[in-house]
């Protein structure tokens, strides 16, 4: 393999700026013979070379960055196949079960059931809202009860401190008269305050 | 194995297989061995700097920038060698071959010079012509019409831009030619315009 072959030469623009006397000097530069180098050329190189010590990050770096051909049957793609298939089921029913039950994310959590309870019956519908289930109200709508007379809803909580309020027709947003503790909600209202917390085994 | 590109001998002799750039050496010792008889006139001189011009490389061989052509690279280093030899060591060029000097062929003397020369103009004149061409004006021809090389790897082989490569290469032909035929002024260069 020569040069040329290595390199090869594209289309010469000047060509056509050449005259024949120019092109016969570039005919006589090509036909030139090469003196041939000394064997011992090649020899006297490779002897007098020190190995190089190829550090660890270049050899990852240099086989980082060569193409590597990667052969595949089918039997050897179907244990990777599987585990691919049996990774993304598991996260996507994990995927699943959480956005069941955002707010109650540890079912190992002892719940306790907590029962809002509304006595406004002029009401067309009620729903509770609070951080336990980021103020939407969706999934969280009060019964009237007929006999009592009150709205009211159970809702399973873990140990904690919540604020709620309650969404009238959903438009009004009032508070729990009947709480314990109402607090700022830092934007000039207020919220109403749960605290549960279980003790002994009561709830208090 | 010489079936190799040169990236990959040199990506193998960087993790340590020291005997596969032996395959470069094979492959480009022709050019640079001639390359420095060219400037030195001297078996003996063109084959200890083509040697240092191939360890050199080979100790430089980390600073190769991977995916540039390595010949032009190489030939940049033996240039710079042979510079610095000549310049360090007061080398002077002999223009003409041993069995082959001024006197013999009477260039002192014009009358003499177009006599001798004016029946042949063979490889040898063509050789002793091209030692009056500065160095990188002899290069750049050399590379383009005998070896081969784009303007681009010229370029590169002589710390050029691309127009200085193509410049080089267009001015070392003219100056051959006024050098081989004489110039338009009436110059009597190595033969007769008739030639």
Same mark, same amino acid.
Request: aromatic residues 8%; neutral net charge; contains cysteine.
């Given at each position: 393999?020569?040069?040329?072959?290595?390199?090869?030469?594209?289309?010469?623009?000047?060509?056509?700026?050449?005259?024949?006397?120019?092109?016969?000097?570039?005919?006589?530069?090509?036909?030139?013979?090469?003196?041939?180098?000394?064997?011992?050329?090649?020899?006297? $190189?490779?002897?007098?070379?020190?190995?190089?010590?190829?550090?660890?990050?270049?050899?990852?770096?240099?086989?980082?960055?060569?193409?590597?051909?990667?052969?595949? @049957?089918?039997?050897?793609?179907?244990?990777?196949?599987?585990?691919?298939?049996?990774?993304?089921?598991?996260?996507?029913?994990?995927?699943?079960?959480?956005?069941?039950?955002?707010?109650?994310?540890?079912?190992?959590?002892?719940?306790?059931?907590?029962?809002?309870?509304?006595?406004?019956?002029?009401?067309?519908? $009620?729903?509770?809202?609070?951080?336990?289930?980021?103020?939407?109200?969706?999934?969280?709508?009060?019964?009237?009860?007929?006999?009592?007379?009150?709205?009211?809803?159970?809702?399973?909580?873990?140990?904690?401190?919540?604020?709620?309020?309650?969404?009238?027709?959903?438009?009004?947003?009032?508070?729990?008269?009947?709480?314990?503790?109402?607090?700022?909600?830092?934007?000039?209202?207020?919220?109403?305050?749960?605290?549960?917390?279980?003790?002994?085994?009561? @709830? @208090? | 194995?010489?079936?190799?590109?040169d990236q990959?001998?040199i990506?193998?002799v960087l993790?340590?297989?020291?005997?596969?750039?032996?395959?470069?050496?094979?492959?480009?010792?022709?050019?640079?061995?001639?390359? =420095?008889?060219?400037?030195?006139?001297?078996?003996?001189?063109?084959?200890?700097?083509?040697?240092?011009?191939?360890?050199?490389a080979?100790?430089n061989l980390d600073h190769f920038k991977k995916g540039a052509r390595f010949?032009?690279w190489l030939?940049?280093?033996?240039?710079?060698?042979?510079?610095?030899?000549?310049?360090?060591?007061?080398?002077?060029?002999?223009?003409?071959?041993?069995?082959?000097?001024?006197?013999?062929?009477?260039?002192?003397?014009?009358?003499?010079?177009?006599?001798? =020369?004016?029946?042949?103009?063979?490889?040898?004149?063509?050789?002793?012509?091209?030692?009056?061409?500065?160095?990188?004006?002899?290069?750049?021809?050399?590379?383009?019409?005998?070896?081969?090389?784009?303007?681009?790897?010229?370029?590169?082989?002589?710390?050029?831009?691309?127009?200085?490569?193509?410049?080089?290469?267009?001015?070392?032909?003219?100056?051959?030619?006024?050098?081989?035929?004489?110039?338009?002024?009436?110059?009597?260069?190595?033969?007769?315009?008739?030639?």
């Amino acid at each position: 393999m020569g040069l040329k072959d290595l390199y090869p030469q594209k289309d010469d623009p000047e060509k056509n700026e050449l005259d024949e006397r120019d092109l016969q000097i570039t005919r006589w530069i090509k036909e030139m013979p090469d003196l041939e180098p000394p064997s011992r050329l090649l020899s006297s $190189v490779m002897e007098a070379l020190q190995p190089k010590g190829s550090p660890r990050w270049r050899r990852a770096y240099l086989w980082a960055q060569t193409p590597k051909t990667v052969r595949l @049957t089918p039997l050897k793609l179907a244990p990777v196949a599987a585990v691919l298939f049996v990774a993304i089921l598991v996260s996507s029913l994990l995927f699943l079960r959480q956005k069941e039950a955002p707010y109650l994310q540890s079912s190992q959590e002892r719940l306790i059931p907590v029962v809002f309870s509304l006595n406004l019956s002029r009401a067309q519908s $009620v729903s509770v809202v609070g951080n336990f289930n980021a103020w939407k109200p969706q999934g969280y709508e009060m019964q009237l009860d007929r006999e009592s007379k009150r709205w009211t809803l159970t809702v399973s909580l873990p140990d904690g401190r919540y604020e709620y309020m309650f969404l009238v027709d959903g438009q009004k947003m009032i508070l729990d008269p009947e709480a314990l503790i109402h607090q700022a909600d830092g934007f000039g209202n207020q919220n109403s305050v749960l605290v549960l917390r279980r003790k002994n085994g009561e @709830t @208090t | 194995m010489n079936s190799l590109d040169d990236q990959e001998i040199i990506d193998a002799v960087l993790c340590g297989n020291k005997d596969v750039y032996s395959v470069l050496v094979q492959r480009y010792q022709k050019p640079i061995f001639n390359l =420095m008889y060219r400037v030195t006139r001297s078996y003996d001189d063109a084959l200890d700097l083509a040697q240092d011009t191939f360890i050199k490389a080979y100790e430089n061989l980390d600073h190769f920038k991977k995916g540039a052509r390595f010949f032009p690279w190489l030939f940049t280093i033996g240039l710079n060698h042979v510079r610095n030899y000549k310049r360090r060591d007061r080398v002077s060029v002999r223009l003409f071959s041993r069995d082959c000097d001024e006197e013999k062929l009477g260039l002192g003397n014009p009358s003499q010079q177009e006599e001798q =020369m004016c029946n042949q103009l063979d490889s040898r004149s063509l050789d002793q012509a091209l030692q009056h061409l500065p160095t990188d004006y002899r290069e750049a021809v050399i590379l383009h019409y005998r070896e081969g090389l784009s303007m681009e790897d010229i370029a590169i082989a002589l710390r050029l831009s691309t127009s200085g490569a193509k410049m080089r290469v267009h001015r070392g032909i003219k100056k051959l030619r006024e050098i081989i035929f004489g110039d338009q002024h009436g110059t009597k260069g190595f033969v007769s315009a008739e030639g």
